[in-house]
């Protein structure tokens, strides 16, 4: 028995989520089908993050076990050629057989996408929030700061039952401008549902000047989702990057050369 | 009464065209109910290319009629207001009581993107043609320029009746690589049915070792589709610029420089 692991991107725009749903085609749904169209097995592969509807993937961390003895360049052609176009494997290794995606996952980098020009961007729509009025950055990026840290970002996070604590660790949260475009990087330990959306959704609100860039920083254990702004379109965000302690060893390594 | 001349994007992803078609949704029908709308007129605006189900426009030209007052920003907002994520006008001016997009256009240039990475990219695929396999750029360049100039490009019409000529001049057709995009510009004073998407097939043959980019110029004059290459799907290509003599005559002016 191997492990395999996976690195997928995928267009999220006509999927319910990572996850296998009743209610829709899912992109664990799909790389299902493509492995037992391939090696006869059935078996779910599980994702490092389980990405809402809508939500996309640059590098989704994807293991699954199979007694397949192909090479893993020869799987994944095969397997690519048996998933739609929306969904890609960008690459393939073996890992070793205690390798959990979810569980050893150090740092998660999710990026949101809006799109501030007076004209909008048809080639972009499924990629974006398109906001529409020129946002101020510089007051984002002091409110994104200002989140930076282990904190309870329970005021961030959408209703969901049975989370033991709201407590995350966010090492990065940077907004930059390049453009017409404003991204958001967020990086943390672990993240509450639709924590990044809420987030963003307060961002923007910071950017319209809605609210004061020096507010932010009260929201923080405050743990009433109320206090935050809404929660920003799925159509913008991406699951950027997957780190496990070996990459952060070996980053860490590569810094001190 | 004005006469208004817009520059428009769309993707044309899910429009069976630019034309009012009695069995999809097109992008002139979405313009003229976006006009009753705001000015309660009924018109069928008029566009400089008939682009094809499927295929995009980052700047067609299109001229419509008014009795409307209001000031061109004043109508823009409000028609993009009105019109699918997927359109936009980027553009809005008076125009001279007898523009006519269609017959006054000079030069009309197509863009058609292919991209041949090794592995497909998701978040492309509603706009490049994807061939897999890395292509032959300067044998493609090479059978490109031996299309520049007048003549009968009959072997690169899909039958359309009552054509009166086949002659057209090409002013320019030429292939560059960017990364794994490699980009087919094509423009000519007009276009055969398919053309583009023919001009296109052809050289991608070339690109593959399929066929000799010498052969290219034996193709004019032949008159025959069936010599030529299959006709690339719509999804790569792009209007992206139509001039008119106007256009033409200052390009002329500021190149004298």
Redesign the interface.
Known sequence: MRVLKMVV???GTEYCGWQIQPNGPSVQAELSKAIAAVTGERTNPVGAGRTDSGV?ALAQIVAWPTESRLDCSVLQRAL?ANLP??????RMEEAPADFDPVRQAKWKLYRYYLHDGA?????L?R?VW?VHRRLDVAAMQQAAAALVGTHDFGSFETHWPNRATSVRTVRTCRVVRCGDLVSVDVEADGFLYNMVRAIVGTLVEVGRGKRPAGETASLLGAGKRGLAGPTAPAAGLFLVRVLYPTDVAQTEASELK
Chains 1, 2 share one sequence.
């Not at 176009?85 to 960008?90: C, D, F, L, N």
């Not at 004209?119 to 080639?123: A, C, K, L, Q, T």
């Open positions: 991107t995928y267009d996309h690519n176009a929306a969904i890609v494997i960008r004209v909008r961007d048809p080639f729509l990629h398109a």
